[in-house]
């Protein structure tokens, strides 16, 4: 997150430096274009550091002190104040400068299609052309330039602001989804991890060498949520290994009455996604899906394409259960709605629909 701030600061420095850069150049080209005087070029960085002025005091001292903390009349009296000061300060370089370069003479240019004799009698002819002051002039061009500026900053500032603060909590909800994701890990292991150990216990006297093959599918998966899922994304593989290993030793304790039935691809692109998005409605499957006493049914698959994964997951809910989560107070399902929502925004689609006696979770992802 810290990387990311000072990326943009750099960027947004990298952005004021050159729109200087362009704003002090610009003159050059206007003298070697136009032909104009230095009285130009004076009056040209003069007003640009002014409004530069209001610009950044407004950016960088008025907003962040006393608009961000809602001391809105005293901003507005310190904008007020601000541009008061400015006008002043623009005012007399302005006519500092007018008079120095033209000993003071009107700014006036006469009309090109009159000679040079006639456009001067003309000029100095109140009747035929009303002089309007350069002061007044200033006035008009110097609140319409300075109200927009005040207004841009003010804005640019806001949308600074709120880009922050959404990062922010972008930022803090992917932390709390990982620490969920923690939480989410250590409740499938223990119930599971115990009741597989029991399994394998009472295997070895009947059948050591298939005890041998659940305690390596044992390990491998507690180093998968040890350590594989910590570096963020995993490989679609390792997520397929690791479902097929939790299947297989939930199989140790399954009777002849539950029907399992899983498909998982042989051929797919092996592509990147984040661990653990499909384990707990597997989990939930099996913890409310199977019965010792009447017939059950398990149904799980997945299909994938190039770009498109499709997880399907389908069970009975037996007499006495009160079936698997339907909603997001569950540590499990919620962990795993919250994530997709942040890490798929728009690319996936989940439908979970229940009947009296099946379960159905429907899971397209967008890769």
């Known amino acids: 997150m810290k990387k990311k701030l000072v990326n943009s600061t750099r960027l947004n420095v990298i952005l004021h430096l050159l729109a200087w850069a362009i704003l002090i150049l610009l003159p050059i080209y206007f003298v070697k274009r136009f032909q104009t005087g230095k009285d130009f070029i004076w009056f040209f960085y003069t007003n640009i550091a002014i409004y530069g002025l209001i610009f950044y005091i407004n950016f960088f001292i008025l907003v962040p002190r006393l608009f961000f903390r809602f001391k809105r009349y005293i901003y507005f009296i310190s904008v007020a104040v601000l541009l008061v000061v400015c006008y002043l300060i623009s005012d007399k370089s302005n006519r500092y400068i007018f008079s ?16 040079d004799k006639t456009a001067n009698e003309t000029l100095h002819d109140p009747s035929r052309f009303p002089r309007v002051p350069i002061w007044d002039r200033h006035v008009v061009n110097y609140s319409s330039t300075a109200f927009f500026l005040i207004f841009f900053s003010l804005g640019l500032r806001i949308l600074e602001r709120h880009s922050k603060i959404e990062k922010a909590q972008k930022e803090l909800e992917r932390e709390k989804l990982n620490s969920e994701l923690a939480l989410l890990k250590n409740q499938i292991s223990p119930h599971f991890f115990f009741n597989t150990l029991n399994n394998i216990y009472s295997l070895i006297s009947i059948n050591p060498a298939d005890s041998q093959k659940a305690v390596i599918k044992l390990s491998k ?73 009447e017939n059950s049914f398990i149904d799980i698959s997945m299909n994938c394409s190039k770009d498109t994964i499709i997880f399907r997951c389908v069970n009975s809910i037996t007499k006495g259960s009160n079936g698997p989560e339907t909603n997001t107070r569950g540590i499990g399902l919620g962990n795993v709605m919250k994530r997709l929502d942040l890490l798929f925004p728009g690319m996936h689609y989940l439908k979970i629909s229940r009947t009296d006696n099946v379960y159905e979770v429907n899971l397209n992802l967008k890769i």
């Open 100 to 115: 120095y370069f033209h000993n003071g003479k009107s700014l006036e240019i006469p009309p090109p299609e009159l000679s």
């Open 221 to 293: 998966m507690m180093r998968y949520l040890l350590y594989e899922t910590e570096h963020g994304n995993i490989k679609l593989s390792s997520e397929i290994e690791f479902m097929t290993n939790y299947i297989d030793l939930m199989k140790l304790r399954m009777s002849d009455k539950i029907a399992l039935t899983v498909s998982f691809p042989s051929e797919y692109e092996d592509t990147e996604i984040p661990p653990l998005l499909f384990i707990p409605f597997i989990e939930n499957a099996f913890k409310h899906g199977i019965s010792f006493r």
